[in-house]
């Protein structure tokens, strides 16, 4: 028995770098406002109830099962038909405002870049990794998937909403000033409703990172 571990250590020898191992939290935090795009744009509205299914919000602009790949995924032709795990944008109003003065603006909506979801009390929002579960009260459970890395097309859009004099310039400019800031894009994971206000409870799974 000993023999046979050993050979299994063989196959897995101690790293030459240590790998930080950051334990997984909870965090408390509130739906602060709700959104949804028409189905023909990505720009939002706000309601006061999101109706989630498998597919994502109901009648969404980004809902369905799959999506057609674009930029974001080089690796396939444009246009390829993947896993949407983009159903829900999700941003934080204190990121905004950080983005709205390195461009100023005396605000950004979050309705002019898609969001569908404005949440209080996660410090650092965009910086949730992968696999951070959001439990919503009243049982909808939110995945995230990845940060969402800004676009000159949210960028056209809040250059146009904020009556920018160069909106060429403005749509530039928001990829740049924004990096890390335009929040996280989530999928669905159990369906339900979500209302202004509900409280939320964030799982942030365990992390590791690799020493230089």
Known sequence: MIQGRNAIMDLFPEAEKPVEIIP?????????ALFVAPADHFQT?????????????????HAGSTRRSGGREPWYPRGTEM?????????????????????GLPVIKP???GA????????????LPAGTLLFFKDGVTLKVD????PCRIAGRSIAENADMADIEAGALLFPK???????VVAWVEKPGTISVGEEISAR?????IYQA
């Open 146 to 149: 990845a940060q969402n890395g």
């Open 204 to 208: 942030v799974p365990e992390q590791w």
């Open 116 to 127: 569908n979801l404005v949440i209080e009390g996660v410090p650092h929002l965009s910086m």
């Open 45 to 61: 509205s706000p309601v006061e109830e999101l109706r989630l299914g498998f597919d994502g919000i109901l009648g969404d602009f």
């Open 24 to 32: 997984a939290k909870k965090l408390a935090a509130r739906a602060a």
């Open 177 to 183: 000033v924004a990096k890390r800031l335009r929040g």
């Open 111 to 113: 309705e002019w870049i």
């Open 83 to 103: 896993r949407n795990e983009r159903q829900l944008s999700i941003v934080a109003a204190d990121e905004l405002a950080i983005v709205a003065e390195r461009m």
